[in-house]
């Protein structure tokens, strides 16, 4: 699906050397057989780590979120804190913005779903951290038999 005029779509970017890096923390951790610091956020299996690289940081307007699935599942979508950095190993819950985008699909659907006002909202803050950054880190959360293989991502603004 193109863009139409005026209109800036930018895909979600699966960050797999982040993701394995951020996996490696929880491995060393196990393997020391130590804990990890108060409030940090450890990597699960079914949790990778996504970019969004704006190519355009201002006078943007959020318009939509265009989430495809092939299978029945559900994503939830949270932005991170981070900034400038893309080390993220030693990832912190406090750095987890609220609210999250929740996204899934029903079997037999064929149109995603999601909670409307989180999105929306969710949406709205992504222009305002647009303009302090160039790109913005999410940690997806897979379940329900969804992997990250049958998932693509884009959020639309108006530009």
Not at 21 to 43: A, F, I, T
Not at 61 to 85: D, N
Not at 88 to 101: D, F, K
Request: charged share 30%; hydrophobic share 40%; proline share 4%.
């Amino acid at each position: 699906m193109a863009a139409k005029a005026g209109e800036l779509k930018v895909p979600f970017i699966r960050d797999d050397q982040l993701t394995r890096c951020m996996r490696l923390r929880v491995q060393s951790l196990q393997q020391k057989n130590e804990k990890p610091q108060d409030g940090e956020k450890l990597l699960r299996t079914n949790e990778h780590i996504y970019r969004v690289d704006f190519i355009q940081q201002h006078d943007l307007h959020f318009l939509r979120w265009e989430i495809q699935m092939e299978r029945p599942g559900k994503v939830t979508v949270t932005g991170t804190s981070q900034h400038w950095t893309p080390d993220l190993t030693h990832l912190m819950n406090r750095q987890l913005l609220e609210p999250a985008g929740i996204f899934w699909k029903k079997p037999g659907a064929k149109e995603v779903e999601c909670n409307e006002a989180d999105a929306q909202e969710f949406g709205e803050r992504l222009v305002e951290l647009a303009k302090i950054r160039k790109v913005m880190y999410f940690l997806f959360t897979f379940s329900d038999g969804l992997e990250p293989a049958q998932l693509k991502g884009f959020v639309v603004f108006k530009a």
